[in-house]
Every structure is written in structure tokens, then in C-alpha cells.
């Protein structure tokens, strides 16, 4: 039995069969088990690459390396997490009369077929069917985020499925290209769009074609991982959908995205001897967390701005994978990690703090310690997380990525700074007055599960304060992977 | 013969050109759905034709996956969206043609000219024809920016993959078979809930005029 | 210059002043018929030209000698504009003189002088007629530069009778900037011989007429003298069609046999041209004259795409 497929089937078989169940009593178990037997199989698939080291399978359809087998065990972990949160979250939104039945359903369903497909597009070794899963990842996540039915939904999910369409159009062009390289350098047929393969004879795909092919790659896959000028869907849709389905976006799928990016950029910078990959991710990177950090300032709604958050986040780690070399590839690795368990858990908090509230506007939203004291410590924490406090993973990973600037790209610096102080006073100055202050509301009618947010946060701490051995020499080979 | 087929490659590329031109300009929903069917047909020849040329029997099934799916399943789904939504004869007041053209012929210079070191390199038989392929996807992008109702909007976004579908067949000769199904999958599925969306825009809004949909906007 | 070239030359121009008439009747006739419509007889432009010639010619009191020269030099250009076109043979005298340029020059020429002369009279018609014929001409003018030009850059060179020898008489090959330029082509005739989608040539309606309002102060011979210009263009235009996108049969240089056969193959290919004239004609509406612009935008586009895609593909 190959765990890869255990991997990949659990979720799909658990998309089909949540179709099937319905929204009868324990869909939301039947949720979280088909996303722990994910979690299982992948773990068990991390154990055998540990020992073995990497493997291709299926007649090198797909492969499993230290890189994207590290974001194999986050997708399945937070994803599994996020089921934990989702069970009593959902069930409140349905008291609310915001789910129906039939909505229940689709979003059971379409929750694990969105885990399957980001799971294909990290494990599979072709890039055409990496495109294939990003844009099927797309369409699933396109119902989640209109199920409320909403106007403000549906117009959010309308301008996620158009712009993400074109964006991922200009991916396609660039996969065109690749494969056309391809074909001049190793031959045409099954073989041609390989990452296995192209990462073999990589520096005989012909240069002139590479640099174009990655401006399109970058361009494409870059409005997923929500770089500026091409961000626009990414407020939206993390704002008008389900709470759940924000904390896997900004999780997870930004970051399946960036994987991406990443593996087209080591194709790139092996036929391009003159860096300029690296150069555009970082001009992209910067741009985009200065941009960002400018666009918190103006948020009223919670989840709008967590997720401007999310894109600094995702910029810097664009900026962090541009600078390339050992030290920056670790910490962009371990940004994509804490950054991932980190803002989940905001999500999870935030989304209950919003019901409590029946409301996202943040002036509603007020002294959640009174109300709950887990929730806003939650927030709390989560918050001082994600702005680089030590001593959370965060400011490791900021840490590492503004001393490489410093010596790399000295001039980046201070936008970095100003950017990040920015997005300090911001997120601070208003997550303040959400968890102390003064309030009249009332209680949940059912428990709020917060296990997720304080598992994800004591996760993202120990990350901070010390990195296993083995976690540290896998993050290394992943580094060395995408160039180090 | 095979030359003067090679040859009609390039026209049929023309064609797609110059059918994405009429699609910008174009006001009535139902010749637009109507223009995308010729686009969708011409696609298939030309990829019929390179596959006869090449030898590569595997386009033969992509041409024919192009004639059921282009030709035949989504102008049915879009002509019964039409029908169903009543905007059957709708006529969209559009901003300035000539202006629009204009930026048109911009983007096909711009797009000649990135594809041409390229489409040297290539050895397919219609390598001179990615320039096109190209400028068509960005054609319909621009069709997309300038449109104001759902339907056009999302034939654009069909149209961009016809570009983009020619341009494998035109530089490389088709993706490998998978991918190419992966991707027909995806269109289908997409368009289909595109089709779902409508309604539901049209349910909430009363009208399917995307210039409803800017609410949600940095104030 | 040979003997036979002039002897060729001189038979072009001949055979336009005489077959241009007829051409309009045959367009008549079956845009006639194409309409359900009872079809005036073949030879109904030579009888209306007859009649006017044999009219006296009435002109206003306050008319310059403008009014008076300009259906002259209408006329003037359009028979030269025949003799320029390579409708029989390649081996034309009068082809050095002038190139594809000069021929839109010619064109351009009749325009100014009919439209002062439609001024000169003061009357708010012929300013409203004039105007309507200046804006469609600067529109049209650049689209029919822009498609005479890419074939040129086919054939490396601006001269109608090489162009035609160069596309003629070379193993047949499909040029797609031709395509797209042959439709810019037909947009552009239909526009500047006032033909439907533009312009209805047998209406009076004054809220749309443009060819009809320019002329309505002629009479007598001058206006037979415009009709039979109008004729000519229309002639002109359809030969130069022909000799772009249909060249075959024209006759070589010292080919003197080739040219008996080339009158035989002129005749069928204007017949059919006709026919298509009259179809077009018949399918589509008149447009409000606010579309007119965007429709020679189109023409003009279609005829820069045309030299675009030449430059891409070389062919």
C-alpha cells in the first residue's frame, strides 16, 4: 500500500462520500476523520522520506522530495485542524440561518475535494497537472466562497473565479513555453513537462524562452500567491467566505501557489545564468509587502485585514525565495510554516470573535476577554504572533530574512522596516481595543473549538524558541533544493 | 498539397485573430456566443491540420475534444443560459470602439513581438503562428477588462483559452494528451459553474451588469 | 514602351469607359432581383446617360468655375485611375507614372474637387453632403493605403502592374495578411462607392444620403459626366480588387494573344464581383451614419492587422 495514495485518495474518497452523506448528523465528523486519515497517510509518507529520501512513483507521474513533502504534512495538518475548527463553527453559522442544508453539503464536499486537489498539485511531477490542480483548487474554493449566497459573496467569489482565471491563464502560457524548451532540449512527449526531468537538464533549456516562460509563470501563479498589482481577489474572497475557508486559503493554498513559483524559479535560474528570477521575485516581494502594509491601515472589516496581512506575509516570503541562497530559502520555508499555523489560528479566533459579535466590522467587535477569555487571548497571541514578536516563529523567520537583506540587498532594508512597523501599529492599534474594552454581548450557544488556535500557536512558539533536528535538516535539504 | 496546407495553418490563424477582433467589438450577446463557435471551429481545423502535417495522431483527438467542447457543449450551455436568463437579444452599449481597437493593435504588436526570437527556436510547422496565439489571449483579457455583463465576461475567459490552447498546438505541437484533458476538465467545470453563478448574480442583483459588483472596494 | 502595350493601354481604358456603365446596370439588376424586385433592363445606365447628355445642363446663378470643372476633372481622374489599374495586360505605358500612391492621390483628387464643387453652390445640402464624403474619405483613405501596402510588401514594390505580375504568375500560395487585407478591401469599396452598409445610392433620403446630396445641383451633362464618373470608380475599385486578390488571367508583358483571353476572363470575374457586390448589398442594412467611423476603424484595422501579420509570418 503506497501511503502517496492514501494521501491523495483520502481526501478525494471523503469528497465524494461527503456528497453522498449529506448534511445528516456527524457530517462534520465525517470531516475531520477523512482529514486525520489524510494527516496519518501523510505523516507515515514523511517518515518514509525521511528514511529514504526522495521517491518518485507511478511511473514518475508523481514525486516526493524533502520540499514539498514538508508541505504535504502542513497542508494535511492544518487542513485537518481547520475540520476541528470548522465542526461547531458551521453549526453555529447554520443557526444563524446563513447555512441551509444543501449548503452544508457542498461545503463538506468541496472542503475535502479543495484539500485532494492542493494535494495533487504539491505531489505531482508534471507541471502541466500542477496547473490542472491549482485551477481545480480554484473552482472548489470558488463555491466556498459564494455559499453564504450572498451579494457581497457572490460578487467576492465572481472576482476571485475571473481574476484568478486570467492570472492562472498567464500561468498556462508560461507552462506552454516551458514545455516548448522542453521539447528543444529533451525531446517532446509525456516526458517533456517532468519536473524530474526538466530539473536534470535544466540548463540546457534555452534561456531566451525560460525568461519569458517564468515572467508568465510568475505573473500567473503569482496572482494566487496574492503578489501586488494582481492581490485584488484576495481581501474578497477571505472576507465573504466562510471563516474556515479564509484560514485555508491564507494557509495553505497561498502557499501551494508559492511552491509553484518555487519550482518553475529552480527551472529558470538553471537556464538563466543571470539571476533574474530571483531579482523579479524580489522586486515583486518588496513591492507587494510595502503595498500591503499601506492597505492595513485603511481596514474596518477583521478578516480584510488579516488578510492584507496575509499578503505582506506571502511578499515577504516572495522576497526571501528572490534572495535565494541557504540562509534566506530556510527562512522562507520557515516563514511559509509559522506564517501558515499562525494566521489559521487568527482565523479560527476571529471567526468566532465575528459570531459572537454578528458582525466583521471591527469597531463592533469589543472586549472579547470579558466575553471569552480563551477567543481574545487567542487573537491576542495570534496577533503578537504575526507581527514578528518574540519569541514566536515569526521573528525567527523575519529575523533571518532582514539580516540576509541587509548583506544581499542592503537597499531593501528600510522599506522592509517601514513596512513592517506599519503593519505593527496597525494590526496592534486595532486588535487592542477588540480584546479589551468594554462589551454587551452574549455567549455562543455552542462551544467554540479553540484547541486548533492554541495547538497552532504553541506550535508556531516552539518553532520560535527551537527547531527539532530533524525539521532543521529537512528545512536544509529544502533550501538546498530550491538553490541554496 | 502539404504546403498549401501548412499555409492555410496560418490562415486559420488569421481567422482566430481576427475573430477575437470582432469579439471586442461586437454588442450583441448572441453573435458574440455565435463568433465564439467560428473561433472554436477554426481552432479545430487548424489543430486537425497540424496533427495531419506532423503526424502527431494524438492532436487528432484534441481537435476533436475542441469541436465537442467549443463547438458544440458550451455554445449549447451558453445559448440555454441566454435563453433561460432572457437576455437573448441584449445589445451592450459599449465605451469606445475605435479607442479599444486601437489598444487592440497595441497588444498585437506588443504580443509579435515577444513571440518572435521565440517562434525561431521552435521547429513546429505553425511556430510563426505563436505571436498570434499570443495576441489573441491578450485580446480577450482586454475583452474582459472592457466588458460590463457576465456573459460577454465569460466568453472572453473562453476565448483567452482558446488562445492559449492554440498556442500549445501552434509552438510545441499540443501538451501531452493528460494535460490537455486535465485542462478541457477544468473549462467545462468552470464554465459550468459560471453558468450557476449567473443565476444566482441575476437573483440578487436583478440584472447580470458586473458594474453591481463593486461593493467590495479599498474606500 | 511597346507597340502592343499601347495598343493594351489604350484598349483598358476603352473598355472601361464602356463596360463601366454596365457593370452598375448588372449590380442594379440583380441587387433587383436578390430584393424580389422587378429588375431594370442591363443597359438602363447607358440609356439614363443618353438622356442627360442630351439634356441642357443648368447651373446657379452664383456658381464659380469650379462648379463648372469639377465633374471634368472627376471624370478625368477616374479614367485615368481605369488606365493605371492593370485590368488587361501588366505591360501598361501609363503603370511607371504613377504607383498605388498616386492612384489614392487620384481618388483623393475627385473628392476635394466634387466636394468644393457641392460648397460652391452654398446650398445646405451640398455643405452636408460634402461634409459626410470628406469624413468617410479621411477615414477610408489610410485603410486603403494600409492594404494596398501589405501587398506590396509581398511583392517589394508599390507599382500595381509588378504587384500583379508578382502574385499572377508564381505558384499558387496562400498569403493570409492577403485575406484579412482583401476584407479591409471590399469595407473600404463599399464605402467610398457609396454602397449600402454606408450610403444608399438610390435614395434621396436627406437625413442619410452623402453620394446623392453632393450631386443634387447637377444637371444635364454635368451630371451624366458624374454618374459616369461614379461608374468608373466603381470599375476602378473592382479591377483593382481583382488584380490584388484575384489576379489570375491578366495578361503578361509581351503576351499580345493573352490579352485577347484576358477580356473573356475580366468580363466573368467582374460578373461574379458583381453579384457578390449586390449580395452584400442585399444582406445588410443601411447603418446610421454615427457607425459609418467605426466601420472604416474596422477596415483600417483589419488592413493593419493585414500588414502586421505579414510582417510576423512573412507571408
Not at chain 1, 513591492?287 to 488579516?306: E, G, N, P, S, Y
Not at chain 3, 470599375?235 to 473573356?264: D, K, M, Q, R
Amino acid at each position: 500500500m503506497d501511503p502517496l495514495l492514501l494521501v491523495l485518495a483520502f481526501p478525494l474518497l471523503g469528497g465524494v462520500l461527503l456528497a453522498l452523506w449529506g448534511d445528516r448528523e456527524r457530517a462534520g465528523d465525517l470531516n475531520a476523520a477523512m482529514s486525520l486519515l489524510t494527516l496519518a497517510a501523510s505523516v507515515w509518507l514523511t517518515a518514509i522520506v525521511v528514511r529514504d529520501g526522495p521517491l518518485t512513483v507511478w511511473g514518475e507521474w508523481f514525486f516526493v522530495d524533502p520540499l514539498n513533502v514538508f508541505l504535504v504534512t502542513l497542508t494535511a495538518f492544518v487542513g485537518f485542524t481547520t475540520s476541528l475548527f470548522s465542526r461547531p463553527y458551521m453549526r453555529i453559522e447554520r443557526d444563524h440561518g446563513k447555512m441551509t442544508p444543501g449548503r452544508m453539503r457542498l461545503f463538506h464536499s468541496m472542503y475535502q475535494l479543495f484539500n485532494g486537489m492542493m494535494l495533487v498539485a504539491l505531489t505531482t511531477n508534471n507541471l502541466g497537472i500542477l496547473w490542472v490542480a491549482m485551477e481545480a483548487a480554484t473552482l472548489t474554493t470558488v463555491l466556498l466562497v459564494s455559499v453564504y449566497r450572498t451579494p457581497a459573496s457572490l460578487e467576492a467569489a465572481w472576482k476571485y473565479f475571473i481574476l484568478c482565471g486570467v492570472g492562472i491563464a498567464q500561468a498556462l502560457f508560461g507552462t506552454i513555453l516551458l514545455y516548448l524548451a522542453a521539447e528543444r532540449a529533451i525531446g517532446g512527449g509525456d516526458g517533456a513537462l517532468l519536473w524530474t526531468h526538466l530539473a536534470q537538464s535544466k540548463h540546457l533549456l534555452d534561456p531566451e524562452i525560460l525568461s519569458l516562460a517564468f515572467v508568465f509563470l510568475l505573473l500567473g501563479y503569482g496572482t494566487k500567491v496574492g503578489l501586488v498589482p494582481v492581490h485584488n481577489w484576495l481581501p474578497d474572497a477571505h472576507a465573504e467566505g466562510p471563516t474556515p475557508i479564509s484560514a485555508v486559503l491564507s494557509g495553505l493554498l497561498l502557499n501551494v501557489a508559492l511552491y509553484a513559483v518555487l519550482r518553475c524559479k529552480v527551472l529558470a535560474d538553471g537556464a538563466l545564468a543571470n539571476g533574474l528570477p530571483g531579482r523579479m521575485m524580489i522586486g515583486f516581494g518588496l513591492v507587494t509587502v510595502v503595498v500591503a502594509a499601506f492597505f492595513l491601515l485603511r481596514q474596518r472589516d477583521v478578516k480584510r485585514m488579516f488578510a492584507y496581512s496575509s499578503i505582506e506575509h506571502m511578499g515577504l516570503m516572495t522576497f526571501a525565495f528572490g534572495l535565494g541562497g541557504p540562509i534566506a530559502n530556510f527562512a522562507g520555508l520557515l516563514h511559509m510554516t509559522v506564517h501558515a499555523l499562525v494566521k489559521s489560528a487568527i482565523f479560527f479566533a476571529v471567526g468566532h470573535a465575528a459570531q459572537k459579535a454578528g458582525s466583521q466590522a471591527m469597531e463592533d467587535i469589543r472586549g472579547l476577554l470579558k466575553v471569552s477569555p480563551t477567543v481574545g487571548w487567542g487573537l491576542m497571541l495570534g496577533s503578537l504572533a504575526i507581527l514578528g514578536m518574540p519569541p514566536f516563529g515569526v521573528f525567527a523567520s523575519e529575523f533571518l530574512i532582514l539580516t540576509t537583506a541587509m548583506r544581499e540587498a542592503p537597499w531593501a532594508t528600510p522599506f522592509l522596516l517601514v513596512a513592517l512597523g506599519v503593519a505593527f501599529a496597525a494590526i496592534f492599534g486595532r486588535v487592542q481595543p477588540m480584546v479589551f474594552g468594554e462589551t454587551s454581548l452574549r455567549p455562543l450557544a455552542h462551544p467554540p473549538a479553540l484547541l486548533p488556535v492554541f495547538v497552532h500557536l504553541g506550535l508556531a512558539l516552539m518553532l520560535g524558541l527551537y527547531i527539532p533536528p530533524y525539521l532543521d535538516g529537512w528545512y536544509r535539504q529544502a533550501a538546498l533544493m530550491i538553490g541554496g | 498539397m502539404n504546403t498549401l496546407l501548412a499555409q492555410s495553418i496560418n490562415l486559420f490563424a488569421v481567422v482566430l485573430l481576427v475573430l477575437a477582433f470582432a469579439m471586442i467589438a461586437q454588442r450583441r450577446i448572441l453573435t458574440l456566443i455565435h463568433l465564439f463557435t467560428l473561433q472554436g471551429a477554426a481552432l479545430a481545423v487548424a489543430t486537425l491540420i497540424v496533427g495531419y502535417l506532423t503526424g502527431q495522431h494524438h492532436l487528432y483527438f484534441s481537435a476533436a475534444l475542441t469541436f465537442v467542447l467549443k463547438v458544440i457543449l458550451i455554445p449549447i450551455l451558453l445559448h440555454r443560459v441566454i435563453q433561460r436568463l432572457n437576455v437573448r437579444w441584449d445589445v451592450e452599449t459599449l465605451f469606445n470602439i475605435p479607442t479599444t481597437m486601437l489598444i487592440g493593435i497595441v497588444l498585437v504588436i506588443f504580443a509579435f513581438n515577444l513571440a518572435a526570437p521565440i517562434a525561431g527556436l521552435s521547429t513546429s510547422i505553425a511556430r510563426g503562428t505563436l505571436g498570434i496565439a499570443l495576441a489573441c489571449v491578450l485580446l480577450s483579457f482586454l475583452m474582459m477588462i472592457v466588458r460590463a455583463k457576465a456573459v460577454p465576461q465569460v466568453i472572453g475567459f473562453l476565448s483567452m483559452e482558446n488562445g492559449l490552447f492554440f498556442a500549445a498546438t501552434a509552438a510545441t505541437s499540443g501538451m501531452p494528451m493528460i494535460v490537455e484533458l486535465g485542462i478541457a476538465f477544468d473549462v467545462l467545470v468552470g464554465i459550468l459553474i459560471l453558468g450557476v453563478f449567473m443565476f444566482q448574480i441575476r437573483e440578487q442583483f436583478d440584472s447580470l451588469d458586473i458594474r453591481h459588483l463593486e461593493k467590495l472596494k479599498e474606500d | 514602351m511597346s507597340i502592343v502595350g499601347l495598343f493594351a493601354q489604350l484598349l483598358a481604358i476603352l473598355l472601361a469607359l464602356a463596360l463601366a456603365p454596365l457593370l452598375t446596370g448588372w449590380v442594379n439588376q440583380w441587387r433587383a432581383w436578390l430584393q424580389g424586385r422587378r429588375a431594370p433592363g442591363l443597359l438602363q445606365p447607358y440609356r439614363v446617360l443618353h438622356k442627360l447628355f442630351n439634356k441642357e445642363s443648368v447651373v446657379a446663378e452664383h456658381a464659380t468655375p469650379i462648379f463648372r470643372v469639377a465633374p471634368y476633372i472627376m471624370f478625368g481622374c477616374m479614367a485615368l485611375a481605369c488606365g493605371i489599374a492593370p485590368t488587361l495586360s501588366t505591360d501598361l505605358p501609363l503603370a511607371p507614372a504613377a504607383d498605388a500612391i498616386a492612384l489614392v492621390g487620384l481618388f483623393a483628387l475627385a473628392r476635394v474637387f466634387i466636394s468644393l464643387a457641392a460648397m460652391d453652390i452654398g446650398t445646405s445640402f451640398g455643405t452636408l453632403g460634402a461634409r459626410r464624403e470628406m469624413l468617410i474619405g479621411f477615414l477610408a483613405e489610410p485603410a486603403l493605403l494600409m492594404v494596398l501596402f501589405s501587398a506590396s510588401l509581398i511583392t517589394r514594390s508599390t507599382s500595381l502592374a509588378m504587384i500583379v505580375e508578382t502574385l499572377a504568375h508564381q505558384p499558387f500560395a496562400i498569403y493570409p495578411s492577403l485575406a484579412v487585407a482583401g476584407v479591409a478591401f471590399t469595407m473600404v469599396s463599399l464605402a467610398e462607392n457609396a454602397r449600402v452598409p454606408v450610403d444608399n445610392p438610390t435614395t434621396h433620403l436627406e437625413l442619410t444620403m452623402i453620394h446623392e446630396a453632393l450631386i443634387l445641383e447637377y444637371s444635364g451633362r454635368h451630371l451624366a459626366l458624374v454618374e459616369w464618373a461614379a461608374s468608373l470608380k466603381l470599375f476602378a475599385y473592382s479591377c483593382i480588387g481583382l488584380a490584388l486578390f484575384v489576379p489570375w488571367g491578366v495578361a503578361e508583358a509581351g503576351t499580345p494573344v493573352a490579352i485577347l483571353f484576358a477580356i473573356p476572363m475580366l468580363v466573368v470575374k467582374l460578373a461574379v464581383g458583381g453579384v457578390l457586390l449586390a449580395l452584400i448589398e442585399t444582406i445588410n442594412a443601411k447603418m446610421r451614419l454615427f457607425r459609418v467611423p467605426e466601420f472604416l476603424a474596422t477596415a483600417f484595422l483589419l488592413a493593419v492587422i493585414a500588414l502586421l501579420v505579414h510582417v510576423l509570418l512573412g507571408a
